[in-house]
């Protein structure tokens, strides 16, 4: 019977192969959404999960507590070492310091380099309890003593090969900021793609003491440090989160206590939470969408296996007849289900291979991670193989068994005298649901295309209350001067250069903790909290920023004495007018100013947030960054005269220039990226839908093939037969727009909720999202219609 079974499936399947290849394709490009999203997420949940001993690390972060509470990934530098020293509980803690815009040279050993470069996030400050707390595989060196003194530096494979290209790296010398010599003490494996610890250079903990001073080791205060913590076998995290407040009373001053709270959340949270690049939530809905997709390629299944039902009535009445019982019908159509699915899984699967190229040079463009390797055969590791073979045997009785059963109990009497045409309307009441669900779905999607893509070109409308075009940000060392006036001058007589200031940040910055202050005679913080940017007198003249009241700082103002706050900072002390806080004193920083000025509000942050209260001081010598405004015709000639000015006035730095609309650009990379990922969704959802849309509509041609041909024979005009097809489609829209439509401004008006600067989900898009799905679906069903409509009656009049 097996053999028979795949013989007649075989026949089936070739016989009618173009349904079967649109049910196919259907199918594919539904499952093929599905593995792209579960490998994606697949991938993003393994972040640092290979480390051993991964059940009994954990990262210690800390929250500052002010005028609202700010979530940091960092700690107080002393705390590992207070941890492994005093609490017997702990056996082993680390902690490590991100480089950033620090410079590491390769010297030639006359007092020069051969090589520099600017570090960020791939190198660090640890320790060597680093190398035992994670998973870091060594190549050369000893993992216990190759960090244990000052000046000592541990390279990935790849960093060896980028410093010292293929000579042996071993025993070498880095400099580190023109100010130390680093020797290389080992080498270790380059760090996978799924870490968030992506580090390739690990410089010694003590060398911080020797850059900045011993002191700087014991600061309670700051919060540079990330540190991790591994507990003795069988021992309660809780015992570890109970110990936390006394530490912090026991090495803070009571009233800064007040404003630290540690917290403990396992290694198995560093890509989810605070520091993380793919949140909980975005990968839940992932899911969602993934199991959504999943479902619409089988529900299009579905609706073509029914509406191929009606076809087959005499072959079913026949094997009735000839003895055949339910069971083995069953049998029958899904083996030829069963082979239909297995046949659309390997198209899926050829489709993610085609895919994932491009998906995994998305990941490394928009999430700031190491070049993911995302393939195919990630679906045949153990966890994955689970869930795929779960996946393959679920869509099979998804799809198969609800067609299997209609044509399994079908009357054998009356599928030989073909008088099923009739009497199927009401026994495919799923199927209409599941097509009524698949309107819904298009729906949904359409909408969310319609409101993403709208907030998106509102926000990149948005006023940013600054100029920001034509300006280039160099950025400055940052642990060593550099001559500001020189270079000022120097710029400043270069064609095209209009004008240079210089600050510790541009007006909107990523950067942008709060800094607490006390106005005028009150000696207690204020109960809200300010930005603070440094800034010198042609700032503002940079970004054209503008002065509601009082003056700008002074370049004559050596001593910091000037401040600037904007509109924003008058309005929350509850003065009357900007005039009135002119000459008031202000304290922040750590230091008396008096306010000279209100400027205008901007925006210091990104869209998120609203306009916050800011604080600009003139401090030159916190300066990070040179914003210089270029004429709008400058060529390439002025960018390499400004290069050329650095490279002569600080020939041992790494110049690091970055256009400023470039960097507002980034303000957006994230929605931007959230926009093409459900427009990608929609246009999948949309081709899903319109395959079942076609189902329906070749079901309702072979249902309704009576009485349309009685109806042209008694005069029915064509345009009256398509309303009589067309209205079921127009019952099932408005129905799904009556879910949809109230389920999508829900969600979508959560989500614009982040946005402080934000659109509203009103009547126009409900309006674009129907009129769109209306076009969609007439353009689907018009062509199938119109042919039945302008069928020979005769044709479906014989039989009678």
């Known amino acids: 019977m097996v053999v028979h079974y795949l013989k007649v499936a075989r026949r089936q399947l070739w016989q009618s192969w173009p349904v079967n290849l649109v049910s196919l394709l259907g199918l594919a490009v539904g499952l093929t959404s599905g593995l792209i999203i579960f490998l994606v997420v697949n991938y993003m949940f393994s972040f640092d999960r290979y480390h051993p001993h991964l059940d009994r690390v954990y990262w210690l972060v800390t929250d500052v507590k002010g005028e609202t509470t700010m979530p940091t990934d960092a700690a107080p530098r002393p705390l590992a070492d207070v941890l492994r020293r005093d ?74 090969r980028k410093y010292f290209d293929t000579a042996p790296a071993l025993g070498r010398t880095l400099r580190l900021d023109n100010r130390v010599d680093l020797t290389v003490t080992g080498i270790v494996k380059d760090p996978p ?71 403990v959340l396992p290694l198995a949270e560093l890509n989810h939470e605070r520091s993380g690049t793919a949140p909980r939530p975005i990968l839940y809905t992932l899911i969602a969408v993934g199991m959504l997709l999943v479902i619409a390629g089988c ?267 904007n509109e924003t900072m008058v309005k929350r002390l509850g003065v009357s007018s900007p005039a009135a806080v002119l000459g008031k004193p202000i304290r922040v920083k750590d230091a008396e100013r008096v306010i000279v000025g209100v400027v205008r509000d901007f925006r210091s942050g990104d869209l998120h947030q609203p306009i916050l209260p800011i604080t600009l001081i003139h401090d030159l010598p916190h300066s990070r960054v040179a914003m210089i405004r270029l004429t709008p015709t400058h060529a390439g000639q002025t960018r390499r005269a400004i290069q050329q000015v650095w490279d002569k006035v600080l020939p041992d730095q790494v110049y690091h220039p970055e256009d400023l609309t470039d960097l507002m650009a980034s303000f957006t990379a994230t929605d931007r990226l959230l926009a093409n990922l459900v427009e990608a969704f929609a246009l999948v959802a949309i081709g899903l839908s319109c395959l079942g849309l076609y189902g329906l509509v070749t079901f309702l041609t072979e249902a309704k093939a009576k009485e349309i041909g ?58 674009g999202t129907l009129l769109l799905t209306g076009l969609i679906t007439a353009l689907t069903v018009s062509r199938q219609a119109l042919k039945a409509a302008r069928s020979n009656p005769i044709h479906y009049l014989k039989s009678e």
């Open 87 to 160: 609490y017997s509980f702990v056996e082993s803690a680390v902690r490590l310091e991100t480089f950033y815009g620090r410079s590491l040279s390769v010297s030639n050993g006359k007092g020069g380099w051969v090589k520099k470069f600017a570090e960020a996030r791939t190198v660090c400050f640890t320790e060597p309890q680093y190398f035992t707390i994670f998973g870091v595989e060594w190549v050369s060196g000893n993992p216990k003593t190759a960090l244990a003194a000052p000046n000592a530096i541990v390279l990935s494979e790849r960093y060896a």
């Open 193 to 263: 793609a799924n870490t968030q610890l992506r580090y390739d250079a690990f410089v010694s903990y003590a060398t911080i003491s020797v850059l900045d001073g011993p002191s700087a080791l014991a600061d309670w205060q700051g919060l540079q440090a990330m540190c991790f913590v591994r507990l003795r076998k069988g021992v309660d995290p809780i015992l570890l989160h109970q110990s936390l407040p006394a530490i912090r009373r026991k090495y803070l001053p009571a009233r800064e206590a007040a404003h630290f709270d540690y917290q």
């Open 299 to 565: 529900i299009n299944f579905i609706n073509l296996a029914t509406a191929r039902a009606l076809k087959r009535a005499r072959e079913v009445g026949v094997r009735k007849v000839m003895g055949s019982t339910q069971g083995q019908l069953i049998g029958q159509f899904m083996l030829e289900t069963t082979l239909l699915v297995i046949l659309a899984m390997l198209v899926a699967l050829l489709l993610t291979q085609l895919s994932l190229p491009f998906v995994n040079q998305t990941l490394a463009a928009n999430i700031e991670m190491l070049q993911p390797n995302l393939s195919i055969m990630d679906v045949v590791q153990r966890r994955a193989l689970a869930w795929f073979l779960s996946l393959l045997i679920g869509v099979i009785l998804l799809s198969g068994l609800y067609p299997a059963f209609v044509l399994a109990r079908f009357n054998p009497a009356k599928a030989l005298t073909n008088q099923l045409t009739t009497r199927m309307k009401g026994k495919l009441t799923v199927r209409q649901g599941l097509v009524w669900g698949q309107f819904v779905l298009m729906q949904l999607f359409i909408l969310s295309v319609l409101v993403i893509t709208t907030q998106l070109r509102h926000m990149q409308q948005a006023p940013w209350g600054f100029q920001y075009e034509s300006i280039l940000a160099v950025f400055l060392p940052q642990h060593s001067p550099a001559p500001l006036s020189t270079l000022r001058e120097q710029w400043g007589q270069i064609p095209g250069v209009e004008q240079v200031a210089f600050g510790s940040d541009v007006p909107a910055s990523a950067y942008n903790r709060p800094s607490p202050f006390s106005y005028h005679t009150t000696t207690e913080p204020e109960p809200f909290e300010t930005r603070v940017r440094a800034i010198d007198a042609h700032y503002l003249s940079v970004f054209g920023l503008s002065l509601v009241a009082g003056r700008n700082v002074r370049s004559t103002d050596t001593t910091g004495h000037d401040a600037l706050v």
């Open 710 to 767: 009685v109806r042209r024979v008694l005069g029915a005009r064509t345009a009256q037969l398509l309303w009589l097809l067309g209205r079921e489609f127009g019952k099932s829209l408005g129905l799904g727009f009556l879910v949809a439509a109230p389920v999508g401004v829900w969600l979508l008006s959560a989500w614009l909720e982040q946005y402080t600067y934000r659109i509203s989900v009103n009547g126009w898009l409900l309006a």
